[in-house]
């Protein structure tokens, strides 16, 4: 049966182009093709967590732009529930300008425009969705008061908080008990802990000393290497799965959706975490974010094709 996840993030136009090396400072770049698609972390989690099978309700701020109708007729031809999605008179969309080169690398920046401007009036107005929801995902892209307002309806409805600390940044969101799992990658967990964390060895190590803030389980992904997990105290490596990469645009956009989703369901952790990174390794196969979230029957049929 689906559970409900609640997403509060947010919601981007992405222009996509594939270059022949990512530039370097004062460096200009003939692109290749060039690709219009919809992302934004919360957004795109929410898209990956619904294909996953999830029942999803979304809490975004969009512009009055052209973009922001198009998002919208999306989350419809999704079945998203977008009945909190707020439209900002007189501001635009956020927009994110990515450049992939040919073995799949990215680099992305993002101008979060509406999306930091998410009140924590949306959030409470949304209260109605946490009374049946299984678990709360939450990013970085919003301002702190609405994350904060957010995790305070969670736990007055009992319901699973996830934080993706993504992308690092400076924030006054503390890490603590109140996050039921916290979803980083190395980058990410280097901010948190101010150690250097490059493999599985070293992300045991950041994994435990983010555990002792406060969350139960604490997920560091490691791209190529897979992820480490920590689970009240006890940290495990899952491998990878291997597979030709196209671009690895929000492929832990992927992960985190299918891991809300599973979650959601009531799937033990485990199992979530091996739907997790075979959703992940699917979307870094396919170009652009959108286009890229696997669905679900695409994600058993490769589980059940690799380890059959």
């Not at 219009?36 to 999803?56: E, I, M, P, T």
């Not at 957010?150 to 400076?170: D, F, G, M, Q």
């Amino acid at each position: 049966m689906p559970g409900h996840v609640v997403f509060v993030g947010s919601a981007n136009v992405d222009f996509v182009m594939r270059t022949p090396f990512i530039p370097r400072k004062g460096e200009s770049v003939n692109a290749g093709p060039f690709l219009q698609s919809f992302g934004g972390k919360g957004s795109n989690q929410a898209l990956a967590a619904r294909r996953a099978g999830a029942d999803v309700t979304g809490i975004f701020t969009l512009g009055d732009d052209v973009f922001s109708k198009a998002i919208m007729d999306l989350y419809r031809e999704e079945g998203v529930d977008a009945r909190y999605v707020r439209m900002n008179p007189g501001e635009r969309s956020g927009t994110g300008i990515i450049l992939v080169d040919p073995n799949g690398d990215n680099l992305i920046c993002t101008s979060l425009e509406a999306n930091g401007r998410m009140t924590p009036e949306q959030v409470e107005a949304a209260e109605p969705a946490f009374r049946t929801a299984s678990v709360l995902m939450l990013q970085m892209e919003v301002p702190d008061e609405a994350n904060r307002t957010a995790i305070a309806l969670a736990k007055r409805h009992s319901v699973t908080v996830i934080l993706n600390y993504a992308p690092a940044c400076e924030s006054s969101l503390p890490v603590d008990r109140d996050v039921d799992i916290l979803v980083v990658n190395e980058s990410e967990a280097e901010n948190l802990t101010s150690m250097p964390v490059s493999g599985p060895e070293a992300a045991a190590v950041a994994a435990l000393m983010l555990g002792a803030k406060g969350p139960g389980t604490v997920i560091i992904t490691l791209g190529g290497q897979g992820s480490v997990v920590c689970h009240d105290g006890v940290t495990r490596h899952y491998p990878p799965i291997p597979v030709e990469v196209a671009d690895t645009t929000a492929a832990g956009d992927s992960y985190c959706g299918a891991l809300a989703a599973t979650l959601a369901e009531g799937m033990a952790l485990p199992a979530a975490i091996a739907y997790a990174t075979a959703a992940g390794s699917l979307c870094v196969g396919v170009e652009g974010a959108l286009p890229s979230l696997p669905r679900r029957e695409a994600i058993e049929a490769f589980l059940t094709q690799r380890f059959s």
